[in-house]
């Protein structure tokens, strides 16, 4: 069995959770926001299968406001669900996730 002694412990991190929304409040941070969104949307209808819709809705959070990118209509879910179209359009359009 390997032993560790650690000559430094790290203390108990605290977020500031009034820093967090005062952030996501500003107009620059919700303006990249809103931009990978719509570049995850435009990612997935550009790969999607015919008729399949996909949109952006903004939503508002208990720590600040955000972005969703859903599937409009049945042929979108469909496609999500068999392809993962909005995953993998997430990694292509660098909004994290994504296969």
Not at 35 to 45: C, R
Not at 63 to 76: F, K, M, R, S
Request: hydrophobic share 35%; charged share 25%; proline share 3%.
């Amino acid at each position: 069995m390997v032993k560790c002694r650690c000559k430094w412990r790290l203390k108990r991190y605290k977020a500031r959770k009034a820093g967090y929304p005062a952030v996501m409040a500003n107009t620059n941070i919700q303006g990249m926001l809103r931009g990978k969104a719509h570049a995850v949307k435009g990612a997935a209808d550009s790969s999607a299968c015919p008729g399949a819709v996909y949109e952006v809705k903004p939503f508002k959070g208990s720590l600040g406001t955000g972005y969703l990118v859903i599937t409009d209509n049945t042929d979108a879910a469909v496609d999500e669900f068999r392809h993962k179209t909005l995953t993998k359009a997430a990694g292509r359009a660098g909004a994290g996730g994504g296969r």
